[in-house]
C-alpha cells in the first residue's frame, strides 16, 4: 500500500522559513521522480517543484525559484522541501506525490499517488 505523508507545515511570518518533508512507504522511492504541489483556497493546484530518483536533476515553478529547496534522502524515503522568505502568497496548502521518472513534470495529471497535504500559513 502506497503512503505518502506530509508535515512541517504551519503558521510562520512574511521572511520567515518552514521545512516539508514527504515520507513515503510502499513504493521503490529511490528510482521515482517526486514532486511538491499547493493549492490555495479558490484556486487550482500548482506545481511547485520536481526532483530526479537520484536528486541530480531538479525544478522549480517561477514563483518559488531562489526561494525553495527540494532535496530528498532516498536512504529515508523521504523528500524535502525547504522553504525561505516565505511571503503570504505562499499560503496554500502543500502536498506531495509520485511522478515520473523522467523527464519531470510538472503537471499534476502526470503524477499518481498523492499525500493529504499540509498547510502553509504566511502572515504578513
Known amino acids: 500500500q502506497v503512503q505518502l505523508v506530509e508535515s512541517g507545515g504551519g503558521l510562520v511570518q512574511a521572511g520567515g522559513s518552514l521545512r516539508l518533508s514527504c515520507a513515503a512507504s510502499g513504493l521503490p522511492f529511490g528510482g521515482i521522480g517526486m514532486g511538491w504541489f499547493r493549492q490555495a483556497p479558490g484556486k487550482e493546484r500548482d506545481f511547485v517543484a520536481a526532483?530526479?530518483?537520484?536528486?541530480?536533476?531538479?525544478r522549480y515553478a517561477d514563483s518559488v525559484k531562489g526561494r525553495f529547496t527540494i532535496s530528498r534522502d532516498n536512504a529515508k524515503n523521504t523528500m524535502y522541501l525547504q522553504m525561505n522568505s516565505l511571503n503570504p502568497e505562499d499560503t496554500a496548502v502543500y502536498y506531495c506525490a509520485r511522478g515520473p521518472t523522467w523527464p519531470l513534470s510538472a503537471q499534476s495529471k502526470d503524477y499518481d499517488y498523492w499525500g493529504q497535504g499540509t498547510q502553509v500559513t504566511v502572515s504578513s
Open positions: 526532483i530526479m530518483h537520484n536528486g541530480r536533476s531538479t
